[in-house]
Nanobody, 124 residues
Framework: QVQLAESGGGFVKAGGSLTLACVAS????????FGWFRQAPGTERDFVAV????????SNKDLVRSRFTISRDKRVNTVFLQMNDLKPEDSAVYYC?????????????????WGQGTIVNVSS
């Protein structure tokens, strides 16, 4: 059974940084693509970034404007999201998810497994 576990969220002041981690309990980690989404209260779950099995990265530039960086470490089956220059509007629950091969990685329906989420709260 595939499981994803996020960590690293917390409270931070505007301008600060956080690094989120997503540990994937899956035998196919090296062949899978993983994405990060976020969801603020009362809003849709938005695509943040994805990293493919080969390491190619696609980001929602309108959302993160190069402030966020996704990476992966195959030695520990973990995907990271480094977030810099955080703003109050970045406050949300951040989710890690595994992309379904061949499916659109920009949308929620393109993923088959989700973590429980980690909360990021940025104060002004």
């Amino acid at each position: 059974q595939v499981q994803l576990a996020e960590s690293g969220g917390g409270f931070v002041k505007a301008g600060g940084s956080l690094t989120l981690a997503c540990v994937a309990s899956v035998n196919t980690f090296n062949d899978d693509s993983f994405g990060w989404f976020r969801q603020a209260p009362g809003t849709e779950r938005d695509f943040v970034a994805v990293i493919t099995a080969s390491g190619t990265i696609y980001s929602n530039k309108d959302l993160v404007r190069s402030r966020f960086t996704i990476s992966r470490d195959k030695r520990v089956n973990t995907v990271f999201l480094q977030m810099n220059d955080l703003k109050p509007e970045d406050s949300a629950v951040y989710y890690c998810a595994r992309n379904i091969p061949g499916e659109d990685f920009h949308i929620v329906a393109g993923y088959d497994t989700w973590g429980q989420g980690t909360i990021v709260n940025v104060s002004s």
